[in-house]
């Protein structure tokens, strides 16, 4: 029987393929070029397994050794509960945020937000877009008024010479 794949076993593959390099910048270019094959792997994987996934569905395939198993959810029949317990559906009835900022627009949903929790407690988490800014303000007025963070989730090592 062959071992069980693991990230353990695969890391320990890859490595035995491609061995890290002793120096530090080398090491953390050779793991990214690692997470940027992975995450392209991803990608490939899914669309092989959806595809053989259909397959099995649109087939009826079976299998001695594997079975097909479709996780479901428990979600409430709303037209049902509209129907029949209208005051319930009414007092547990919402929609979600990403649906309201459609509905509404992020400006109206502030000043909602203010009547609602106050403007102490929006002033914490307000935001003005960036585009927003540029498309009121010339670009130099508006340069005044960005700054630069650090993105930590996209820090990479950039290879400067062969």
């Given at each position: ?16 393929w491609?061995?890290?390099?002793n ?15 992975m ?15 259909d ?5 009826g ?61 929006v002033a ?5 877009n960036?585009l ?24 990479r090592?950039?290879?400067t010479?062969?």
């Amino acid at each position: 029987m062959t071992e069980d794949l693991t990230p353990a076993s695969l890391e320990t593959f890859l490595l035995e393929w491609r061995p890290l390099p002793n120096e530090e910048y080398a090491a953390a270019y050779r793991y990214q070029e690692f997470m940027y094959c992975m995450k392209e792997l991803v990608i490939l994987f899914q669309k092989r397994h959806r595809e053989l996934v259909d397959l099995i569905r649109a087939e009826g395939l079976l299998s001695d050794e594997f079975l097909l198993e479709i996780p479901t959810d428990h979600v409430v029949n709303t037209d049902l509960l509209k129907d029949e317990l209208p005051d319930v559906y009414d007092s547990l009835v919402f929609i979600q945020p990403s649906d309201a900022k459609r509905f509404v627009g992020l400006k109206n949903l502030y000043q909602l937000s203010i009547e609602a929790a106050g403007r102490d407690r929006v002033a914490a988490v307000e935001r003005v877009n960036l585009l927003d800014l540029k498309k009121v303000l010339p670009a130099q007025e508006a340069a005044k008024y960005v700054t630069t963070v650090p993105h930590e989730s996209l820090i990479r090592v950039v290879r400067t010479a062969e």
